[in-house]
C-alpha cells in the first residue's frame, strides 16, 4: 500500500520563504509529483522528482530523497496568490498514470 | 491546446439514483483518469483508462464504473447514489507514457440529498 503525510496546514507572510514536506512509505515508487489547488479549482502541476536532489523552477523549487521516503516543495518570495492546497502525489511502479495523493496542505499567505 | 474539459460542473442528485459524468482530454492524450476528492479522504484514484481499456482500477465498490471512447473522450458513472458519493470528481490526461504528467479538469461538484 501507499501512506503518505503532509501536514494539515502553514501559514507564511508574503515575501517570505515556506517549505511543505512530504513523506510516503510506498510498496513502489517511480517519482513523486507537487500539485497546487486553489479553492473551486482543479489541481495544476508545479513539478516532478525522480532522482534524488533539487529540481528549481521559478520561485519554486522541489527536493526528493528516496532512500529517506522525504520531499519537500520550497516557495521563495511568497505571494499571496500563493494561497493555496499543495499536494503531494507518487507515483507507483505500475508504470501506468497512477498517482496516489497525501490530504494536501493548506498554505495561508498573509500581508 | 484546449485544456481537459468535464461536464457538467455542477449536478445534484438523491439517493438511489445514478449518475454520468464526462471528460474530453487534453488533445492527443490517451489516458484519462478518474479521481474523488472529499475534504475528509483527499484525492482518492477512482480507474484509469488507456486506449479504451481500463488499465488500473482504485479501491472502490463497483457502483462506480466507467469507459472510453474511440476518440480518448471518458465517462464514468455512479449507480445507486449514497449521500457519501458527495465529493468533486476529477479526470486527469496524460499521453499515457511512462510517468507522463496528469493534467486535471475542472472537475464535476456532485451533491447527493
Known amino acids: 500500500g501507499q501512506n503518505i503525510d503532509q501536514p494539515t496546514e502553514m501559514t507564511a507572510t508574503e515575501g517570505a520563504i515556506v517549505q511543505i514536506n512530504c513523506t510516503y512509505q510506498t510498496s513502489g515508487f517511480n517519482g513523486l509529483f507537487w500539485y497546487q489547488q486553489h479553492a473551486g479549482e482543479a489541481p495544476t502541476f508545479l513539478s516532478y522528482n525522480v532522482l534524488d536532489g533539487l529540481e528549481e523552477k521559478g520561485r519554486f523549487s522541489s527536493f526528493l530523497s528516496r532512500s529517506k521516503g522525504y520531499s519537500y516543495l520550497l516557495l521563495k518570495e511568497l505571494q499571496m496568490k500563493d494561497s493555496a492546497s499543495y499536494l503531494c502525489?507518487?507515483?507507483?511502479?505500475?508504470?501506468?498514470?497512477?498517482?496516489?495523493f497525501g490530504k494536501g496542505t493548506m498554505l495561508l499567505v498573509s500581508p | 491546446k484546449a485544456g481537459v474539459t468535464q461536464t457538467p460542473r455542477y449536478l445534484i442528485k438523491t439517493r438511489g439514483q445514478q449518475v454520468t459524468l464526462s471528460c474530453s482530454p487534453i488533445?492527443?492524450?490517451?489516458?484519462v483518469s478518474w479521481y474523488q476528492q472529499t475534504p475528509g479522504q483527499g484525492l482518492q484514484f477512482l480507474f484509469e483508462?488507456?486506449?479504451?481499456?481500463?488499465?488500473n482500477k482504485g479501491n472502490f465498490p463497483g457502483r462506480f464504473s466507467g469507459r472510453q471512447f474511440s476518440n480518448s473522450r471518458s465517462e464514468m458513472n455512479v449507480s445507486t447514489l449514497e449521500l457519501g458519493d458527495s465529493a468533486l470528481y476529477l479526470c486527469?490526461?496524460?499521453?499515457?507514457?511512462?510517468?507522463?504528467?496528469?493534467?486535471f479538469g475542472p472537475g464535476t461538484r456532485l451533491l447527493v440529498l
Open positions: 486527469a490526461s496524460s499521453s499515457g507514457l511512462y510517468q507522463e504528467t496528469q493534467y
Open positions: 502525489a507518487v507515483s507507483g511502479n505500475s508504470g501506468y498514470s497512477t498517482l496516489t
Open positions: 488533445s492527443g492524450h490517451r489516458s
Open positions: 483508462y488507456f486506449s479504451e481499456t481500463q488499465r
